[in-house]
């Protein structure tokens, strides 16, 4: 599949290495399949979802990184297990331009509680820590991926549009 959204490579960017937190800023010429950390050396991608914390938040959201999908999941929930594999599969397919990340939101209730999550699956796309795009409910691999291009060109509309001070998408939440 060729789309123009996934033509433009993220260099430039600061990757948040998906096992340590630490910022990586790739070289224009890095290949972002073969990009390594800075600091502990592993796979900036891995073609999976990571899993995302309260503590790991903030890295993962940083102005100048790359757009985040969040998974808001839980283990008791049947539509969550059914859609897990589809999230999981289109990781590798958005991968580097979106950083795939699941929340089990019985672990981590502070970030379910900022987010507002009320029913799960829910879908986050955040970029510039800022939220573009929410969406609740189980889908398909063929809505998820149409959901996901249009999550992403807002996020580089908006990106284009005021480059810089992103505010975040809650006026009165504060950063858990
Ligand atoms: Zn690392």
Redesign the pocket.
Known sequence: MTNPTLAQAPAGLTIA?P??D?PTTLAPDQEAQTAR?G??G?ALFTGRPMTLTAARFDAHTAPGGLPLVIDFWAAWCGPCKSMAPVFEALAAEFEPHVRFAKVDTDAERALADYFRISSIPTLSFIHDHREVARVAGAMFAGDMRRWLYDALSRAQEAHAKDGAAPEPAGEDRETP
């Open positions: 290495c096992a340590c630490a950390c600091a502990c592993g």
